[in-house]
């Protein structure tokens, strides 16, 4: 009984000790996150621009936006451009960080028209604005981006063509 219960033993530790460096070998896995970069810029609101006496600017609208993010990785916006030639984006609050806890920022846009006849060309079909944001790990992301609803598409195209109608 005394060599059963010995060999038991040697063959529980080798089974162990196999097992222990069998698990080392094995990679460990990143857990998967899905979409975990994902930051959408969508435009809420569109107006023309406001000089500092109040009066409407001749070439700027204000764009009321949001930065949405909908995956897992902080992430702070760097940058917008504009979404074709002509025109110019102004974000005076950038860098904004959106986090897992503050998935929503609320921003201001200004944009600027530089060249009429390039950003009339502009339609609501396009959604070629860029965003530029860094994740919480250093790494840089450039995205094209600008959802908004057939409202406020249809008023940006309509502010554009009026402010150039106007020069």
Known sequence: MPLVALGALVL??????????????????APFRGDEHAVELMLLDVAPGRTPEGSASASTLEIEAGLLLSGVVTSTVVGIDPPRGGLEVRAPALPVTVSPRARYQSIELEL?????????????????????WRDEHGRVHLDRAGDFDPATGRALARHVHALCEDE
């Not at 028209?113 to 604005?129: H, L, Q």
């Open 12 to 29: 529980g530790a080798a089974a162990g000790a196999g097992a222990v460096l069998w698990s080392q070998d094995q990679p460990e896995r």
């Open 112 to 132: 600027v028209i530089d060249d009429c006849e390039a950003a009339t060309g502009w339609t609501p079909g396009d959604r070629s604005f860029t965003i530029t």
